[in-house]
């Protein structure tokens, strides 16, 4: 008896197998992120002096330029609190604001030493790679802001429980959005040395126009326009607020910026820049 059985042509997939298909593709995609991102972890424990070189210029804002400008400055010029303790968020701002931005050097290093090219050619998105490394980058920045941590009850600063998730949150949130503004600019640097002399002209601005070290109070018109247009500066008003709640809060002409607000800034930069990083990386040769 012949066989009535309807065969399926090879051309036309089935249900089953386009499903199998598809979640094979996530699977590889969200596995070369976490390897991206496991490598930047890695790299971060294997050197210790890392760690050391990345706390150490924020302890010498704290204790050398805090103690010796704090009798000058006083509360009030402070915004409410004495320096050192204003000082204090600002310094973990600003070693995860260093750390996520000259954590994208490893896009440019490894473009010399061909490793960025074994990535390209690897059977996953690039969108994947991006956010690894945005990842990566970001978890790297926040283990060092944290450190600083231990030194806080030295300057008279306290956290409660909720205090410091809010503190952790609002740093991840900053290290997110400026190691993606890192991979922006390695993206288009074929020189480590080229790298290094671009951060240096965009990290010294970003920092000290984001009241990381000063207060944006009675500022000149042109100079506090200038900084409300920083997007850093959210994510330090953002930390400054959870880790000293006295301290004035940012204000843009009468209006107090809520916290909310300082994360939907940050969050929407970060995402702006995650999105043209994934542009540019695909036009990375």
């Known amino acids: 008896m012949a066989d009535s059985t309807i065969p399926v042509p090879a051309s036309v997939p089935t249900i089953a197998s386009s499903e199998m298909r598809h979640e094979g593709t996530v699977v590889r995609n969200v596995r070369a992120m976490l390897m991206v991102w496991r490598r930047d972890i890695i790299r971060l424990f294997r050197m210790p002096t890392r760690i050391i070189s990345g706390i150490a210029q924020p302890l010498l804002f704290l204790f ?14 402070a915004a409410g609190v004495s320096y050192q303790q204003y000082l204090f968020p600002g310094i973990l701002a600003m070693s995860v604001l260093t750390s996520s931005l000259f954590s994208a050097i490893a896009i440019v290093w490894d473009r010399e030493f061909g490793f960025m090219r074994e990535m390209l050619v690897a059977p996953v998105s690039r969108s994947s790679l991006v956010l690894g490394k945005a990842l990566g980058g970001g978890s790297v920045a926040v283990t060092q802001g944290l450190v600083l941590v231990v030194f806080a009850p030295i300057v008279g600063v306290s956290f409660t429980v909720l205090s410091f998730f809010e503190m952790v949150f609002f740093l991840l949130l900053l290290a997110f959005s400026l190691t993606a503004f890192g991979i922006v600019i390695a993206c288009r640097m074929q020189r480590m040395e080229s790298f290094q002399m671009v951060m240096a002209l965009v990290l010294q601005p970003m920092l000290f126009l984001s009241g990381a070290i000063f207060p944006l109070n009675a500022l000149p ?42 994360a939907v800034i940050t969050l929407g930069f970060g995402i702006a820049m995650l999105t043209l990083a994934i542009q540019l990386f695909g036009k990375t040769e």
Do not use: F, K, S
């Open 64 to 77: 050398v330029l805090g103690a010796g400008l704090e009798a000058a400055i006083g509360a009030q010029g």
């Open 221 to 262: 018109d042109w100079l506090a326009v200038i900084t409300r247009l920083n997007p850093a500066t959210y994510g330090v008003d953002a930390i400054r607020r959870v880790v000293v709640p006295d301290a004035a809060p940012l204000t843009i002409l009468d209006w107090v910026v809520p916290l909310w607000a300082d």
